[in-house]
């Protein structure tokens, strides 16, 4: 009779966490240890990745990575909150078996505009008229603080 009960309990926690349910396994993991630390939306174990903020601490700058979007490089329009700048966005092309590329750029650590993304959780993008955001929902916000903290170190 018990091994039933923890099995359901078991469940009901992996159906309510936050990478289950509406959010299709989809969570934001921070990667700590050496360098460089990362912050990854990911299917855990596979390797679906849908954005990484990625950086040396002290380094001053934090690379961004959309992964799976059509967008191409150029000039990039970022906002968050009432913050916004405008930063040179480079584009990698998919693999032969993906069709998606990755947009990637920088954002400096001591620019408002990366205040505002530790503070509101979402980044708003926009290259050539393409747009994009990213959203760490707040079960996962504490976990992007810390990356920023330790960015900023």
């Not at 530790?118 to 992007?144: K, N, W």
Request: proline share 7%.
């Amino acid at each position: 009779m018990m091994i039933p009960a923890i099995a359901l309990a078991a469940m009901m926690l992996q159906a309510t966490s936050p990478g289950n349910g509406a959010t299709g396994g989809w969570v934001w993991t921070l990667y700590e240890g050496d360098a460089p630390l990362v912050f990854a939306n990911e299917v855990p174990d596979t390797p679906r990745l849908r954005a990484t903020f990625e950086c040396t601490p002290g380094a001053g700058v934090v690379r961004v990575s959309v992964y799976g979007g059509a967008a191409g490089a150029g000039i990039a329009t970022l906002s968050s909150g009432d913050s916004t700048a405008t930063t040179q966005a480079e584009a990698r092309a998919a693999a032969e078996d993906d069709d998606a590329s990755t947009l990637s750029f920088p954002v400096r650590t001591d620019h408002p505009l990366f205040t505002q993304i530790l503070t509101t959780g979402m980044l708003r993008i926009s290259v050539g008229g393409d747009d994009d955001a990213i959203e760490v929902q707040p079960p996962f916000q504490t976990a992007l603080r810390r990356f920023g903290a330790l960015c900023t170190q």
